[in-house]
């Protein structure tokens, strides 16, 4: 199994909604990613996470919030979006953090588009 | 600068036809992936390359790392080949595991 699964494919929500997207992988990766891409433009990171501790956020506004409750899970609840955040949210894992020399490779999800309206 | 160049931007070929598609770097990587998007948004990697080439089916992809370039290269194509086509990478200096992506290449194959 060398899936990622993310859950809903399409959200539509308002800018008062509280949503969650949920990001899933049994290959028992220990590392997962959330992106975010918007149209025509290259995936952009968002969060790390390793070993379900957070170790990177860039700089990624509070109305999106990372959770991690077990290895194989990786939520990103949304609270408050603007417009703006309308984007495709990929999910990606690999077997360890992909940094430096590990060379480990990366699988992606299908990805969650969004719509806040 | 960019730190990753790839070309070209778009792509259009006749089904049958050979396409290369180059990527070019300039900082320290160990590895270089190669992936596929299609208009749906799931996003496919297709090789991570730190030396030589690699070929799977119809797809063989390159890199000379000393010369920080690398290609990917679709022999016999299709039209299930027409996706965008990024190169991706992951500084030495980056213990994190971010992804550096190149603008994507836009093939479309026509029958």
């Known amino acids: 199994d060398t899936e990622v699964t993310q859950t809903p494919k399409h959200l539509v929500m308002g800018m008062t909604n509280k949503k969650s997207l949920k990001c899933e992988q049994h290959m028992g990766h220990r590392a997962m990613y959330w992106y975010k891409q918007k149209a025509k433009k290259p995936p952009e990171l968002m969060f790390v996470y390793s070993y379900e501790k957070l170790s990177i956020n860039e700089s990624v506004p509070s109305r999106f919030s990372p959770e991690c409750p077990n290895s194989s899970l990786l939520n990103l609840h949304l609270h408050a979006l603007q417009p703006e955040d309308s984007a495709l949210y990929l999910c990606?894992?690999?077997?360890?953090?992909?940094?430096?020399?590990?060379?480990?490779?990366?699988?992606f999800g299908e990805g969650s588009w969004l719509t806040v309206v | 600068k960019n730190e990753v160049e790839q070309s070209p931007q778009n792509l259009t070929a006749q089904e049958g036809e050979f396409i290369t598609i180059n990527c070019s770097y300039s900082v320290g990587i160990s590895a270089l992936h190669w992936l596929q998007q299609h208009p749906g948004g799931g996003i496919v990697s297709l090789f991570m390359?730190?030396?030589g080439k690699k070929k799977h089916g119809r797809l063989i992809a390159t890199i000379n790392i000393q010369e920080k370039h690398s290609s990917l290269h679709i022999t016999a194509s299709h039209p299930r080949d027409s996706a965008v086509y990024i190169c991706a990478f992951v500084r030495t200096t980056d213990s994190w595991g971010k992804l550096q992506f190149g603008a994507g290449t836009q093939v479309v194959v026509t029958p």
């Open positions: 990606a894992s690999s077997q360890d953090r992909a940094g430096g020399g590990s060379g480990n490779t990366i699988y």
């Open positions: 390359l730190s030396s």
